[in-house]
């Protein structure tokens, strides 16, 4: 019987209890023992829920328990969820986390602090919900040289692109819908910004990179400026147009940035829609891997916490280690990165852009008149910046993968 | 250090050898310590070659060597590399396979030896190729309760029914084209017929189930009565026709088959083109789940037989558990298996299709003619094969997923 504390009994927490209710036996079956929430740390009471009795609000009484081995932490935030993991883990307790704001802040630095106390920091749910990437990056292709990740990592902008593209919507009815839905929030910047899929793009990047990739050193560009000729423009191009996080190396530099991309159709990530993610690893020898499925909701998030509780069970008295030290990464300057753009200008525009960006590809929509759009030569983001500057009656742009 | 051995210096084999010398490094701080090929087990020399002074020909030099702690069987067949897996594991070797045939007729059996050995069985690359699933299933999600799991198992019948759908080309100028540039074999049997999609469903199913699903339980139809016109319908229903290795739990009942299905774009499985290969679970908690990549290919089918080294490496003196026992599955007869059926009839057979089958949905081509072509509604499979058998100038059925 292994006990564990979950730290906030909010929808991840609650998820937990849920899944290792629902799911005890198989939970047994796969840890090779039973596993029981001995206590819920949270400020609220919950009256009548199935879990009142576990609930405490101090946290010491987790800390000093030894019979504790693994603490969820599901409660979000930088503090004290920070606090509460360090503690943790210092006593000589695995921690376990679904807080992608936390580990893309400190991930490395918690890795290390694990190590010494020879415990475990496993945080799967911080990337992709229920999706099983980081685990088997970790345990199966972790011998594998990977070249890049490539990843659809925000359910909520990409409902949202979905529905401008299947629907001809524009981005404020569309966004309007989602929140009525509960897709998404009330304050949508972290995720239309593009923050949300930062922090998970530097947790990847920290895994691929072996360091820590700041999510400040990653640059984000949300999809608030996409409209529905873009979607037009996307569909004679045979591409899609996902807000994508992605992380390569290229002659000996490491990028990492966000934005939204025009994709080919045959790449599998154009056909990822909906609240779905999905993460695309290449690696050296194994060529492309795919992992999709549900990047958010209470049960698929919390079934990934509780595959982390038991992976910790399985490895009792052992690290469980990850490439990953807490020292900076070298994030190369975007201005370096290499590829085509596409560009929509004032129809008045075509000889001037022409002038600049040479041998440009005219891309052409019934849809859309008074326009000159193209796709430029591949060229840097520094070089492109500058044209696209110059250019006189720029409307705006996109970036192809 | 640890020393293992690989049995056939092949395609595979070589790939093994090959993902050790190129990604020597990523492969030792995965591992947590160097690994080394000791002994290659081929009738062949291999002069010249730089393992060529590991080749020996006589199996007993690698049973007798306390030394080699993991043997690689990347022989393939049943014979010799039954007899040499289960001599490996009972002298205390951990064995890992890339060979589907033989995993499928005796998996469980040599899991359980393993176990008693305290020795460990791996097969990643006996399902998927490349695909990290089967380590994700035992590791990731052995906690959910599995409803159904859909796979796109053979990447040579999908690159015949992707070319057949993009080039509206017919299936035996499909095979041959196939066949030129070696993603078929000269005796395309096993591939075309369902047989190999067959062998990793019944390991899938296995570990679904728990138990031993023996591959002559399943249910198997292959993809040669397929047609162009049979895409031509698709397309009009806004589905894509595939080979797929399914199994499922239904009111307390166990399915599994092989057939070619009709499925909607809306599933991803539908956007699985060429040689790739996906497959999808569902979970109680966790809803679909989906990994994606080469399911074939030396080096990387050769990555996921490394990646099972790797696991053994870490897990020294450890049996690695698979929930899954030698005793008879018990699958249900595919008779009491209910859905929907698309059947194309002759023009003059419409009335008898409507008085047989009731409340059809006819599909209309506008590139066919002379024929009847509709949906049933949901009905069991005994059910439909007895009208269909009732039913005069029927040409040919395609089930829905």
């Keep these: 019987m292994a006990k564990i504390a979950v730290l906030g009994y909010g929808t991840v927490g609650s998820g937990v209890a849920e899944v290792l209710d629902v799911n005890g036996a198989c939970v047994e079956d796969s840890a090779g023992e039973k596993i029981e929430i001995k206590y819920i740390l949270d400020l609220r009471d919950f009256p009548g829920d199935k879990h009142e009795s576990q609930v405490v609000h101090d946290f010491d009484v987790i800390l000093n328990d030894p019979e504790i081995e693994v603490v969820c932490e599901t409660m979000g935030g930088i503090e004290p969820a920070f606090t509460f993991e360090k503690k943790a883990l210092e006593s000589g307790k695995s921690v376990c986390t679904s807080n992608k704001e936390l580990v893309a802040a400190h991930g490395p630095e918690l890795v290390e602090l694990a190590k010494k106390n020879n415990v475990s920091y496993l945080f799967e749910a911080s990337v992709g919900g229920g999706i099983p990437v980081l685990r088997s990056m970790n345990d199966s292709i972790r011998h594998e040289r990977l070249d890049s990740i490539t990843g659809i990592l925000n359910g909520t902008t990409n409902y949202i692109l979905t529905k401008m593209d299947q629907e001809g919507a524009d981005f404020d009815a569309v966004l309007k819908v989602a929140q009525d839905k509960g897709y998404a929030e009330r304050n949508p910047?972290?995720?239309?910004?593009?923050?949300?899929?930062?922090?998970?793009?530097?947790?990847?990047?920290?895994?691929?990179?072996?360091?820590?990739?700041?999510?400040?050193?990653?640059?984000?560009?949300?999809?608030?400026?996409?409209?529905?000729?873009?979607?037009?423009?996307?569909?004679?191009?045979?591409?899609?147009?996902?807000?994508?996080?992605?992380?390569?190396?290229?002659?000996?530099?490491?990028?990492?940035?966000?934005?939204?991309?025009?994709?080919?159709?045959?790449?599998?990530?154009?056909?990822?829609?909906?609240?779905?993610?999905?993460?695309?690893?290449?690696?050296?020898?194994?060529?492309?891997?795919?992992?999709?499925?549900?990047?958010?909701?209470?049960?698929?998030?919390?079934?990934?916490?509780?595959?982390?509780?038991?992976?910790?069970?399985?490895?009792?008295?052992?690290?469980?280690?990850?490439?990953?030290?807490?020292?900076?990464?070298?994030?190369?300057?975007?201005?370096?990165?290499?590829?085509?753009?596409?560009?929509?200008?004032?129809?008045?525009?075509?000889?001037?852009?022409?002038?600049?960006?040479?041998?440009?590809?005219?891309?052409?929509s019934d849809k859309v008149s008074g326009e000159f759009a193209f796709i430029t030569p591949e060229m840097t983001e520094k070089d492109f910046k500058e044209k696209y500057e110059k250019l006189r009656g720029v409307r705006s742009y996109l970036r192809l993968l």
């Excluded at 400040?216 to 045979?238: M, P, S």
């Excluded at 993460?279 to 595959?307: E, F, P, Q, R, W």
């Excluded at 300057?333 to 002038?355: H, L, M, Q, W, Y």
Aim: charged letters at 25%; a negative charge.
């Design 189 to 364: 910047e972290a995720d239309i910004e593009g923050h949300d899929a930062c922090r998970k793009t530097a947790i990847l990047a920290s895994i691929m990179s072996g360091q820590f990739v700041k999510h400040d050193d990653i640059y984000t560009e949300g999809i608030t400026k996409i409209t529905g000729e873009d979607f037009e423009y996307a569909r004679e191009l045979n591409m899609a147009i996902k807000l994508l996080g992605s992380c390569k190396r290229e002659d000996g530099k490491f990028f990492a940035m966000v934005a939204p991309f025009l994709i080919p159709f045959d790449n599998s990530l154009s056909m990822v829609n909906g609240v779905f993610n999905a993460i695309d690893v290449h690696g050296n020898m194994l060529g492309d891997v795919m992992y999709y499925g549900k990047g958010a909701g209470k049960k698929a998030t919390a079934s990934a916490v509780v595959a982390d509780v038991i992976d910790i069970v399985r490895h009792k008295g052992k690290h469980i280690d990850w490439n990953l030290r807490n020292v900076p990464a070298e994030v190369a300057p975007i201005n370096d990165d290499i590829r085509n753009f596409f560009v929509r200008c004032d129809a008045s525009a075509e000889t001037g852009a022409k002038e600049l960006f040479g041998d440009v590809k005219q891309v052409k």
